[in-house]
């Protein structure tokens, strides 16, 4: 979560990054980022928050290989999943098509929630502040990648 990536990308690919997300929203120039990527070996993704519509990143699909719904607002830990991400994540399954993108969902993911957001079908789940709930850091770990590969 930066402003501007683009001028963060290099200092990203210098530090060793295999997977680079930028928030749509977080530049003018989403083209341009991603094409800085291309040939960097690293997997290039895009994030689109609640409130931007998945349709949004249509252009982009042919420059990336990961699409990122939020399920929550960006910029603070513990929030709720919001319902409306299952019709996103299928909106989204539909405007990836028959291309090669993997797509993820990132927020509000809970021990309690997991199977339901991994039952929507995404091929990443990304979970932040619930693997170090209670401070059980392996044991939720483990227990959500169980509900997860059902």
């Excluded at 249509?58 to 603070?76: K, R």
């Excluded at 509000?108 to 170090?132: I, K």
């Amino acid at each position: 979560m930066v402003e501007d990536p683009l001028a963060h990308v290099e200092s990203f690919l210098a530090a060793g990054a295999g997977v680079l997300t930028f928030h749509l929203e977080a530049t003018r120039h989403p083209h341009r980022v991603l094409q800085s990527l291309a040939g960097s070996g690293v997997t290039r993704g895009v994030a689109v928050n609640p409130g931007t519509p998945v349709a949004a990143l249509e252009p982009l699909l042919d420059e990336l290989e990961l699409l990122l719904v939020l399920a929550v607002n960006p910029g603070w830990s513990g929030q709720t999943f919001i319902p409306a991400t299952a019709g996103r994540l299928a909106a989204a399954r539909d405007l990836i098509g028959a291309r090669e993108i993997m797509l993820g969902v990132d927020g509000g993911v809970t021990r309690d929630n997991v199977d339901y957001v991994a039952s929507l079908g995404a091929d990443v789940v990304v979970a932040g502040s619930a693997v170090f709930a209670g401070g059980d850091t392996a044991g939720n770990a483990r227990a959500m990648l169980a509900a997860t590969s059902g």
